[in-house]
């Protein structure tokens, strides 16, 4: 099992940007992917980013892709999502999970370890 832990949400206006970190513990982290999930009130959780165990491949969704960016830092047992140019839309609770080994998903249901949750909120 990977313990996660995220960090760095908050309260910004549109436009502005937001860094979220994820700590794990536990198991290989750098065996793994990772990615980002978030989750609005009242919808289901959708997909955000990901990234392969190597950092080499990433995926997005196409409501964040040229804004958002996923890395990884294997050394720290880190990953990290960096939002810029942020809307109203992407007000959620995200989330940081551990996904298959070395290969990421965009299917949440791939993912076996979830952090708490960081809240997001984007004021117009």
């Known amino acids: 099992q990977v313990q996660l832990v995220e960090s760095g949400g908050g309260l910004v206006q549109a436009g502005d940007s937001l860094r979220l970190s994820c700590a794990a513990s536990?198991?290989?982290?750098?065996?793994?992917?990772m990615g980002w999930f978030r989750q609005a009130p009242g919808k289901e959780r959708e997909f955000v980013a990901a990234?392969?165990?190597?950092?080499?491949?990433?995926g997005y969704a196409d409501s964040v892709k040229g804004r958002f960016t996923i890395s990884r830092d294997n050394a720290k047992n880190t990953v990290t999502l960096q939002m810029n140019s942020l809307k109203p839309e992407d007000t959620a609770v995200y989330y940081c999970?551990?996904?298959?080994?070395?290969?990421?998903?965009?299917?949440?249901?791939?993912?076996?370890?979830w952090g708490q949750g960081t809240q997001v909120t984007v004021s117009s």
């Open positions: 999970a551990r996904g298959p080994m070395y290969t990421y998903s965009y299917n949440p249901y791939n993912y076996g370890d």
């Open positions: 536990g198991r290989t982290f750098n065996s793994y992917a």
């Open positions: 990234i392969s165990w190597s950092g080499g491949n990433t």
